[in-house]
């Protein structure tokens, strides 16, 4: 494996929006939020991070430590939290929630603007001087990060599970080998399911340097990762496709 391999893959999106993230995937209400569990859940990610060498902003371990002091207060009875002279309730948990309404606000308002810059890129003028709305194909939605390590760390739970597993001693593979393999299963112009790239591996370095060259991929933006509903598989595409 390349072990000084290091994705410069940019991640536009913060710890609130991977919290975010998993709240929605677990369908958990804000205001339900287990502490010991998205910080467990939290920390698992910054692991695969650090596992697949990805570059992250320090806000992301700020947010780390903030959920683990969360967490430990939790823990705590009522009679023997810490005192806190800025918090306004007993529950640690609010100042997150505030933060995460606040800011899931601000996405979904940033969210309803770019949808509608979108449509109006998809209206324009016809000969003759009327205009008329033109319905061009929707692209189906593209996968961000977070989803993409979710499904990674799927596959390695699935992998591991599996009697066959392999650790072969001075094993190697290359993330420019892997791209090639990718490219090849995308090259028909049909896209290819999230786990058949990984479906003949029987070894966890094998998975991770597979992972890596697609994320190399997804930021030379020369495949793209879709989802054609919430709770599909993620499908790999070459970016023309």
């Given at each position: 494996m390349e072990s000084d391999y290091k994705v410069k893959l940019e991640i536009f999106e913060g710890p609130l929006d991977l919290l975010l993230y998993l709240i929605k995937r677990d369908e958990i209400d804000i205001y339900d939020i287990s502490i010991e569990r998205i910080t467990r859940q939290y920390l698992e990610y910054l692991q695969a991070f650090k596992e697949l060498n990805i570059d992250v902003a320090g806000e992301f371990v700020?947010?780390?430590?903030?959920?683990?002091?969360?967490?430990?207060?939790?823990?705590?009875?009522?009679?023997q939290q810490p005192p806190d002279e800025e918090a306004e309730e007993d529950d640690p948990r609010w100042d997150l929630i505030r933060q995460l309404i606040e800011y899931k606000k601000f996405k979904e308002a940033a969210a309803q603007l770019h949808a509608r810059a979108l449509e109006q890129e998809r209206i324009f003028i016809r000969d003759g001087g009327s205009s008329a709305a033109v319905e061009a194909p929707l692209r189906l939605a593209e996968v961000g990060i977070f989803q993409l390590i979710h499904a990674f760390?799927?596959?390695?739970?699935?992998?591991?599970?599996?009697?066959?597993?392999?650790?072969?001693?001075?094993?190697?593979?290359?993330?420019?080998?892997?791209i090639?393999?990718?490219?090849?299963?995308?090259?028909?112009?049909?896209?290819?399911?999230?786990?058949?790239?990984?479906?003949?591996?029987?070894?966890?370095?094998?998975?991770?340097?597979?992972?890596?060259?697609?994320?190399?991929?997804i930021r030379l933006k020369q495949v793209r990762a879709i989802q054609r509903s919430v709770f599909d598989e993620i499908e790999i595409a070459a970016a023309a496709a």
């Open positions: 700020v947010m780390a430590a903030n959920l683990i002091y969360l967490k430990s207060r939790s823990l705590l009875p009522v009679d760390q799927n596959v390695i739970k699935r992998i591991e599970a599996r009697e066959d597993l392999q650790e072969i001693f001075g094993e190697h593979f290359t993330v420019s080998e892997k090639d393999m990718i490219l090849q299963k995308v090259a028909a112009g049909t896209a290819v399911r999230f786990s058949e790239l990984f479906g003949d591996i029987a070894s966890r370095v094998e998975i991770i340097v597979t992972f890596l060259a697609l994320l190399e991929l």
